[in-house]
């Protein structure tokens, strides 16, 4: 860096002092903390995100959210030239960047950096960070802070994306490295054909006509309501009542997030609403659950991110075998896609079983998108979802361009085959599903048309399998670093000894199944079990709380 540009970057920064006590850290989801403490972090990170676009010849993106947290709440995260998360590779940099003391402190880690990555400011033609934020109100200025830090790299420019979904954001970044249109049009636009698409190839024939076109979403009180409220005026097939829109407060009582972990109707919502489809996002729109409501009470039957996996996963393998069986029911040998599915130890055990069954290939990975997006990416056509509704669908390059040919061929050969149909319907998925990361909004709707096209309600979907019964629990101990992880989060290797416990006490009941890990949005140790009846399950857990008590002890 020129004597400029650290003079630039040391004036800058005093400007946006750490409060103290606060240590900060690069988790799951990014930096998240009560706003009030979020200025310098949102700062740095602004210059980490400019020179992860040096760095990169591409644009970066930077989003402002807290997600499913409380409203005083916020955070900030980076993505990828591709729309994934920040390289892992850099978030230790953006955990010194966030803690360093004071401006000289920061500007020696600057200039390291930048020499360690042999990070080339010249010759780069532009350095752009797109910006967005959620509803959240202390995001105003918290851009601003963003802004500033951008701007503190020379040349670098700071596009403001407005209030946009965390998925919208990675989207429009994906877009732009690609050379297509990076707007919040464009995004609405790209769901809507491939959904038209899809529900074009419907397959005719004796409907039961079991799907009613009716859907309630909760909205949480964010800003996946209001983006549902524009993308629905351009919607003609269903009928979607977005509540929770945002006069209420955001995410109290209401999101995906609630309604997964309680189990309860979400505010807004109750017993008149029974029968009726209902989905429910989180505050920033990447996760999504549905719901039915359970007559005459405020109980719910949850179907959650476990069983929107396996209802792509049914539609999609369908697809992939119709395509590669030719026209005289011998396969056709030209492509065997692999097909993958990405689950976390969160996954309840019954949906792994039916998954199975199948013939899927599941594979688990630890808990955060960034690990199940890494794997999924490994697959033709990769599939993973979180129990909490984060997911989404994988198509490689390979897959994609072998898809273009094969219906350019059946297009001329046999245009209206089935085999065409598969085609074409595969394409338009790649297209509705977002390939940058889990998206609410375009989840729903591909949800929405594969329930058209097997002609299946809610129920139906629900009964694929049976849940097991599971009780999550969280626990403050003194230090939950001191608890190491191995095997994709399903067994514990330190402390010693507790594992073992753990292990004792599981086997003391049917279908049980019980981990724990150190959360890292929280400070926390997380407990799940599962086991074959509801008492059983909450019985395991709370012994296992027990068991953490006296190899940890609680704060
Ligand atoms: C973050 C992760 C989510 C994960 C959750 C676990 C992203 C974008 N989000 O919200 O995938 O399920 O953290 O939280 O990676 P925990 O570590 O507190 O249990
Ligand atoms: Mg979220």
Known sequence: MNEQQRSILLDSSSRFPIPSGVKFSYGTSGFRADASLLESTVFRVGILAALRSIHTRSVIGLMITASHNEVSDNGVKVADPSGGMLTQSWEPFADALANAPDSHA?????????????????GVPTVEVFLGRDTRPSGTSLVEAAKQGITSIMGAIATDMGVVTTPQLHWMVRSKNKGTEASEY??????????????????????????????????????????????????????????????????????????????????????????IRCASLDGDADRLVYFSVLPNSNKIDLVDGDKILSLFALFLKEQLSILSGSEDGKANKSYQAS??????????????????QL????????TGVKYLHEKAAEYDVGIYFEANGHGT????????????????????????????????????????????????????????????????????WSELYQDLPSRQLKVKVVDRTAVITANAETIVVRPTG?????????????????????????????????????????????????????FLGFK
Request: proline share 2%; with cysteine; charged share 25%.
């Open 106 to 122: 920061l500007l020696k880690l600057l200039d390291d950096f930048v020499k360690e990555e042999n990070i080339i400011f010249e």
């Open 393 to 460: 669908v994988l198509f490689s390059e390979n897959i994609l361009s072998w898809l273009e040919i094969k219906s350019n061929e059946l297009a001329s050969t046999s245009k209206d085959s089935e085999q065409h149909k598969a085609a074409l319907r595969l394409l338009a998925v790649s297209k509705l599903i977002n390939q940058a990361v889990g998206d609410a909004l375009s989840g729903l709707l591909l949800v929405e048309a594969i329930l058209k096209h097997m002609d299946w309600s809610i129920d139906k």
């Open 339 to 356: 097909l993958g599915v990405v689950q976390t130890a969160y996954a309840n055990g019954a949906s792994t079983d039916y998954l199975k």
């Open 498 to 550: 507790i594992q073992d416990a753990i292990d004792v006490e599981t086997a003391k009941y049917p279908q049980g199944r019980c981990f724990i890990r150190p959360s890292g949005t929280e400070d926390v140790v997380r407990v799940y079990a599962e086991a074959s009846t509801q008492e059983a399950a909450d019985s395991l857990a709370h012994s296992v709380v027990k068991l953490v008590d006296q």
């Open 186 to 275: 464009s995004y609405f636009d790209q769901l809507l054909v491939s959904l038209r698409c899809l529900l074009d190839y419907i397959p005719q024939g004796n409907k039961s006509n079991d799907v009613s076109d009716k859907l309630i979403v909760d909205g949480a009180d964010g800003v996946g309501g209001e983006k549902l409220e524009k993308l629905k005026t351009r919607l003609s097939y269903l009928k979607i009542d977005v509540r929770n829109r945002g006069d209420g407060v955001l995410n109290e009582g209401v999101g995906a997030d609630y309604v997964q972990k309680e189990k309860l109707v979400p505010r807004g919502f109750g017993p008149v609403d029974t029968g």
């Open 359 to 366: 013939g899927l290939e599941v594979v688990f990975t630890p």
